[in-house]
């Protein structure tokens, strides 16, 4: 025989639609508790109350396990950098110690396990390449970049690069690159969607801030 409140659990966690719905603050706690208690009264072998369901899952929702899956933010700054341009080249030796030299030319250099990619200047980019001597892979010009500052405090916060860029993702806009430090996000994305991206950033925190 289960507990009340190990039985509520256990619905609770296999219920998707119950977690996603308290992780975004919607979840009606009352009729969840109605919904569920057949169940729970099976599990329990006893006639449990509807308001002993409701105060477990008020516990659970306490929990940081179930905190919103996106939280409030405060950004303390925004800056726009531009023109820039993203160039990758394969990952070779040469293009490593190509990398190193012209690191005093960008703006930020990212290795994976195939590729180097530099974000730099426009005006910057012709001594890059003369450098690297190789043609690169990828070459996108007309860009800019979007810089997101935000306290050190939002280091023990999860979901903060997520909940910015699911409001971009909405709206569709094409991030072509995304380089992070501990305290700022610079999101790259062509010249021609800054509006609308500077649009989704203000709206998207005002109403973050202000449920």
Known sequence: MLKISNSVFSI?????????????????????AEHILPEVEKRTHKKVKKNSI???????????????????????????????VVVTFEKTKATLNAAAEVSRYSHSI????????????????QKIVEVFEVKPKVLLRDCLGVSLAFSEAYLKQPNIIYT????????RINLLEVVSTS????????EDQLSLTLQVLKNFLRKRNTT
């Not at 990212?110 to 980019?125: A, F, N, R, S, V």
């Not at 910015?164 to 709206?171: G, H, P, Q, V, Y």
């Open 54 to 84: 409701s105060m477990a899952l008020y516990r659970i929702s306490k929990e940081k396990e179930f905190w919103p899956l996106k939280p409030k933010i405060s950004l303390e700054q925004v800056n726009i950098k531009s023109p820039l």
């Open 164 to 171: 910015i860029l699911s409001a971009l993702a909405i709206d």
């Open 12 to 32: 609770f966690r296999a219920s998707d639609i119950a977690r996603a719905a308290l992780q975004e603050g919607i979840l009606d706690i009352s009729a969840f």
């Open 110 to 125: 990212t290795q994976g396990i195939h590729e180097i990619t530099l974000l730099c200047d426009e005006e910057k980019y």
């Open 183 to 190: 305290t700022e996000l610079t999101l790259v994305i062509h």
